[in-house]
């Protein structure tokens, strides 16, 4: 699939930087003198949340393709996400240069905060399948799109945007600003009189929302706080006792006051008070760490975002493996990122666990125990594990597991991993019990004969000895070298 980026700042270059991510070569075209410079740091600071994010192993990226004209970068192009500035008049002229030059099946996304599909397409030769795709900041963090205009092609989109990790909500009825915009523009209309008016300041406006109800919309919303504030009677019972205030003057939502020099100068200084020690590349990465901290909570929690970063993670493990053929298998595969190292400079000790796990992750859905699998109610669980250490690895390292079946039987079977360095030398050995088991009613049950046949093939490779220390246990500290 051909990706086509036309605009490179800070919504475009978020597209660009989750497409790349998520293994697509995206060709784009943005006339601006920073363009690429812009992008680059877009690009470093995604790659960074996302190795913090996810404990997948990441696709290998897809790369930038700069191109010389719109006409270049749309040339061949499947989908198409346009993210010029907000002006209606440019829209139409960056469409109608697309639609010359791009195929006519080409999906054409536009990441306006704003305007309609309807005022999108005026003028245009294939006004079916331009769409309004609009994101939220960061684009390659934050998953939900706004998914305006409907038919085959919306369809179409929602897939495309699926596979990288993406929430797409369609919205039936067009709208202007959509739904998103329109509940913060209420809010933020509120803050400005508050601020104007002197009664708070931006920090302590943004303290109540990120010490407060912030917290409970990250992962609940509106609708579902509400409904636990109205107690066991539920939402009939909270509309109840808290609608009457909707008619009180509390709120200046149909106002806006006017932002002349004096409130324009009152919030930036506030602003810069509040938060000028932090460049903004600072304060993006603050804000992605902060993020990703919460995106693993609820991904612990199955809830919310968390169902989106497991079902994306799922699709890394399922991905083509490194080497599926010959034996020992070769089908996972880590690099050693930054954070995965403590302060002696070496990778941590959890990291060779993970690496292992994500290995047995591999494994299981290289013999069809994958997501679809254990939607059924079905799993493999881990019951005990062996790790030997063997050499220290720094950051950057691409380490290979290869991986053997030691056994198996009705309801067990066992894995040996050794991880490798490009050198082919171990680092660090991992031996796996794991039972099948029934997730509903936890407890160990027979494999079906798919499995059990998988393993079978799997197993009649292994026709070299078992390493020596297989089956092992921790060697016995003697007296003489405990006290040596």
């Given at each position: 699939m051909k990706i086509a980026a036309i605009g490179g700042g800070v919504i475009g270059g978020g597209w660009i930087a989750r497409f790349i991510l998520s293994g697509h070569d995206v060709a784009v075209y943005d006339p601006h003198a920073e363009a690429q410079r812009i992008v680059g740091e877009v690009l470093a600071n995604a790659t960074r949340a996302w190795e913090k994010l996810f404990q997948a192993p990441l696709p290998r990226p897809g790369r930038i393709l700069w191109a010389g004209s719109l006409a270049e970068a749309v040339r061949d192009a499947d989908y198409?996400?346009?993210?010029?500035?907000?002006?209606?008049?440019?829209?139409?002229?960056?469409?109608?240069?697309?639609?010359?030059?791009?195929?006519?099946?080409?999906?054409?996304?536009?990441?306006?905060?704003?305007?309609?599909?309807?005022?999108?397409?005026?003028?245009?030769?294939?006004?079916?399948?331009?769409?309004?795709?609009?994101?939220?900041?960061?684009?390659?963090?934050?998953?939900?799109?706004?998914?305006?205009?409907?038919?085959?092609?919306?369809?179409?989109?929602?897939?495309?945007?699926?596979?990288?990790?993406?929430?797409?909500?369609?919205?039936?009825?067009?709208?202007?600003?959509?739904?998103?915009?329109?509940?913060?523009?209420?809010?933020?209309?509120?803050?400005?009189?508050?601020?104007?008016?002197?009664?708070?300041?931006?920090?302590?406006?943004?303290?109540?929302?990120?010490?407060?109800?912030?917290?409970?919309?990250?992962?609940?919303?509106?609708?579902?706080?509400?409904?636990?504030?109205?107690?066991?009677?539920?939402?009939?019972?909270?509309?109840?006792?808290?609608?009457?205030?909707?008619?009180?003057?509390?709120?200046?939502?149909?106002?806006?006051?006017?932002l002349d020099e004096a409130l324009i100068d009152r919030i930036a200084g506030q602003s810069d008070a509040q938060s000028g020690r932090h460049s903004i590349r600072e304060l993006e990465r603050i804000r992605d760490d902060n993020l990703v901290g919460i995106f693993q909570a609820l991904k612990a929690n199955d809830w919310g975002v968390g169902q989106t970063v497991r079902a994306q993670e799922d699709g890394f493990y399922a991905r083509a493996p490194v080497r599926a053929e010959g034996y020992p298998l070769r089908i996972h595969q880590a690099r050693v990122t930054g954070g995965w190292v403590d302060y002696n400079g070496h990778m941590t000790e959890f990291r060779y666990l993970q690496v292992l796990g994500d290995a047995t992750d591999a494994f299981v859905i290289h013999i069809g125990l994958d997501a679809d699998y254990?939607?059924?109610?079905?799993?493999?669980?881990?019951?005990?594990?062996?790790?030997?250490?063997?050499?220290?690895?720094?950051?950057?390292?691409?380490?290979?597991?290869?991986?053997?079946?030691?056994?198996?039987?009705?309801?067990?079977?066992?894995?040996?991993?050794?991880?490798?360095?490009?050198?082919?030398?171990?680092?660090?050995?991992?031996?796996?019990?794991?039972?099948?088991?029934?997730?509903?009613?936890?407890?160990?049950?027979?494999?079906?004969?798919?499995?059990l046949e998988a393993l079978d093939r799997v197993a009649a490779q292994d026709r070299v000895p078992h390493p020596d220390h297989a089956g092992a246990g921790i060697r016995p500290v003697r007296q003489k070298e405990a006290t040596a």
């Open positions: 198409i996400q346009e993210s010029v500035p907000e002006r209606l008049e440019l829209k139409h002229r960056i469409i109608a240069e697309i639609e010359a030059a791009a195929p006519e099946t080409a999906l054409i996304g536009s990441s306006t905060s704003g305007f309609k599909p309807s005022e999108l397409r005026q003028g245009a030769r294939h006004p079916g399948r331009i769409l309004v795709a609009h994101p939220f900041n960061p684009v390659y963090l934050l998953p939900v799109v706004e998914v305006v205009g409907g038919g085959e092609a919306a369809g179409r989109a929602c897939e495309i945007l699926t596979e990288i990790g993406m929430k797409p909500v369609r919205i039936a009825r067009e709208i202007d600003a959509h739904i998103g915009d329109r509940l913060l523009e209420a809010v933020w209309r509120e803050a400005l009189w508050l601020v104007h008016d002197g009664i708070a300041t931006t920090e302590e406006i943004d303290d109540i929302i990120r010490f407060g109800f912030g917290l409970r919309w990250a992962q609940m919303g509106l609708f579902e706080t509400y409904r636990i504030a109205g107690g066991e009677a539920g939402m009939r019972h909270f509309l109840g006792q808290f609608g009457p205030a909707l008619k009180w003057p509390w709120t200046k939502l149909m106002d806006v006051p006017e254990r939607a059924q109610g079905r799993s493999a669980y881990t019951v005990e594990s062996h790790i030997r250490h063997l050499a220290e690895v720094r950051a950057g390292e691409l380490l290979t597991v290869e991986t053997r079946l030691l056994g198996h039987d009705a309801k067990r079977f066992r894995l040996h991993h050794a991880i490798l360095r490009e050198d082919g030398s171990e680092v660090a050995t991992g031996e796996h019990m794991l039972l099948h088991v029934d997730t509903g009613e936890g407890r160990a049950i027979p494999m079906p004969p798919a499995l």
